[in-house]
């Protein structure tokens, strides 16, 4: 029988998952018999998204998608099976300013800030969905923000000191 299906506490979408089992057997005759197992993992919508054979089962980076629940079903000799519902947590989008965090600038002169190297994690470089990120810069004390929404809007009308921030979702 199986005695335990282990399953990660929170799954990243970035990082492998490792599933294991353990199992209990008995053999009446002395003798231990081959224990065989075998894996599957479906998504919500009952879609096979993984499989595989032995005690462990691990699922490589990148193949669950964010923010889905999955069942994970661990099959032992064909006959004794145990599952488990997971769900892939999704992360928190990376901002990345280019330039530093601080800068000397003239006063009364514009300058351009650039956050387009902030990315979602939860996406390869190049995968769809890496740069879908909405973007609020927000200033102090209040100056000219010209395309605040954009990666890299522009200020102007800087007459002392001025704090930007970023918020990337």
């Known amino acids: 029988s199986i005695q335990e299906l ?21 053999s009446c005759s002395g003798t231990a018999s081959a224990i065989v197992y ?3 993992v479906v998504s919500a919508a009952g879609v096979a998204v993984w499989s595989g054979t032995g005690r462990k089962l691990v699922v490589p980076a990148w193949t669950l ?3 889905e629940a999955y069942t994970v079903t661990a099959v032992v000799n064909a006959a004794v099976s145990k599952s488990a519902v997971v769900r892939v947590t999704s992360s928190a989008p990376v901002a ?5 965090l601080e800068r000397e600038v003239q ?6 800030l650039n956050a387009s190297k902030s990315y979602n ?3 390869k470089a190049g995968e769809s969905g890496r740069s879908a990120l909405t973007y609020s810069w927000v200033c102090s004390p209040a100056v ?5 929404t ?3 809007p522009e200020l102007s009308g800087i007459a002392s000191a001025t704090n930007c921030t970023v918020t990337v979702a």
């Not at 282990?6 to 008995?26: G, I, N, Q, Y």
């Not at 990345?96 to 530093?100: A, E, F, K, Q």
């Open 150 to 152: 954009t990666p890299q």
């Open 65 to 67: 998608a964010p923010g």
């Open 107 to 112: 006063r009364a002169t514009s300058v351009v």
């Open 96 to 100: 990345v300013v280019s330039g530093g």
């Open 38 to 40: 075998s894996w599957r």
């Open 121 to 123: 994690p939860d996406y």
């Open 6 to 26: 282990a399953v990660p506490p929170m799954l990243m979408r970035s990082a492998a998952a490792e599933f294991s089992v353990a199992v209990a057997s008995s």
């Open 144 to 148: 000219t923000l010209i395309s605040a």
